[in-house]
């Protein structure tokens, strides 16, 4: 696992690079093993989060504090991240090849980290407190092109999106009549690959480890609330 100020001397490699005329595409097309993956991570969820910026028509003060609660910016460092969130922004190449790139470098059903990634997005896209509709188009489309299934995507809303309609079975991702014995299941399975050590394992950022909580406090409480209904 990379340090954050390593991930940011990476990270300023790669700046090198796209000023010697590499696109953002072919960076990613040089992290495809650890440990420079973590650097791809924290590249794919600053590149990903400029294009969703321009999906709801604006940068917000809140979506840039939500890149620093995701990622730890060396001091020093603000202007690299400020650079590489501009160049992602207005870079020729649409969201779609980001994301083509991205699940390129994980194979057959390695999902776990794509399914971290887009943990990032889903923080970054509520943290004006509002998920906008174009918002939620933009992630339902990366997540297609990441191949997690409609269901993962459902179930990764659901934990995020909290609103009087959200449903605890989507949140763990099981079927309104699954015997008790699968939701026990499907919560247990939550848990263990929201544990810290496991995101860490899969090359998620440090700093980026902290978003879990936020899952993990959803998926408890659809646990919980499943199991009230069942007594």
């Not at 991205?102 to 194979?107: D, K, L, P, Q, S």
């Amino acid at each position: 696992m990379l340090c954050p100020m390593s991930i940011w001397t990476r990270i300023s490699d790669a700046l090198s690079s796209l000023a010697a005329g590499d696109s953002l595409s072919d960076v990613f097309a040089k992290l495809r093993t650890p440990p420079e993956r973590s650097v791809a991570f924290a590249i794919a969820v600053i590149a990903l989060g400029a294009k969703m910026a321009k999906a709801d028509g604006q940068v917000t003060k809140d979506e840039v504090t939500a890149f620093r609660e995701v990622f730890v910016i060396p001091e020093g460092e603000e202007k690299n991240a400020g650079r590489l969130f501009n160049l992602a922004r207005q870079d020729v190449a649409g969201f779609e090849d980001y994301a083509r790139k991205i699940r390129a470098m994980y194979a057959g059903d390695d999902t776990a980290p794509l399914c971290d990634l887009m943990e990032g997005l889903f923080h970054i896209a509520l943290a004006d407190g509002i998920y906008h509709p174009n918002e939620d188009a933009f992630l339902q489309r990366v997540a297609e092109i990441l191949e997690l299934g409609e269901a993962r995507f459902k179930r990764l809303r659901a934990q995020f999106v909290s609103d009087a309609e959200r449903d605890p079975y989507d949140v763990l991702g099981v079927s309104p009549d699954a015997p008790m014995e699968d939701v026990r299941a499907a919560w247990r399975r939550l848990v263990r690959e929201t544990h810290p050590d496991q995101m860490i394992a899969r090359g998620v950022p440090e700093e980026a480890v902290k978003l879990a909580q936020k899952r993990m406090i959803a998926i408890n409480r659809a646990w919980e609330d499943i199991s009230e209904r069942a007594a």
